[in-house]
């Protein structure tokens, strides 16, 4: 990779790197035929495709539902929506954004199909009370 002020601006350019943008198919099509090619990328689309590819251990630890939810896995991340107090009440249809965002139709449903892993049970509980914190303030 080319190196400008200590962060990546530039992917190297001599075949060994394909920028696939949001195309996880490309991926999948290029790491299925090229011995020794690794990709990165949700792990819905991994569990979607472990006929063709499989998942590389992170620091000895395999990828498993239970560790992107428990952040044992070393790359797994979460996803952070802020909400701004003062706009709560003012701009109209935020909470109802919030309210679909958080819905169990999204979060085991669509945002699933969309590469998201579900939170966990207590992490859920935690976001619908913070929820429900921002409904009542004033």
Same mark, same amino acid.
Request: aromatic share 10%.
């Given at each position: ?8 601006? &530039?992917?190297? %350019? !001599? ?9 996880? +198919?490309?991926?999948? /099509?290029? #790491? ?14 991994? &569990?979607?495709? %472990? !006929? ?9 630890? +395999?990828?498993?539902? /239970?560790? #992107? ?70």
């Amino acid at each position: 990779m080319l190196v400008a002020d200590g962060d990546c601006k &530039a992917y190297r %350019e !001599d075949g060994h790197v394909i920028e696939g943008g949001e195309n996880d +198919e490309l991926y999948v /099509e290029h #790491i299925s035929k090229e011995q020794g090619a690794f990709g990165i990328f949700g792990y819905s689309f991994l &569990a979607n495709n %472990e !006929d063709k590819v499989a998942a590389a251990k992170v620091n000895g630890v +395999e990828i498993s539902m /239970e560790g #992107i939810q428990d952040y044992s896995y070393p790359i797994a991340r979460p996803l952070f929506f802020y909400i701004k107090k003062a706009h709560v009440g003012v701009i109209p249809g935020l909470m109802d954004y919030v309210n679909e965002f958080v819905s169990e139709e999204a979060t085991e449903g669509y945002l699933l199909d969309a590469g998201l892993v579900e939170l966990s049970p207590a992490d859920r509980a935690k976001v619908l009370d913070d929820i429900a914190n921002l409904k009542n303030y004033k």
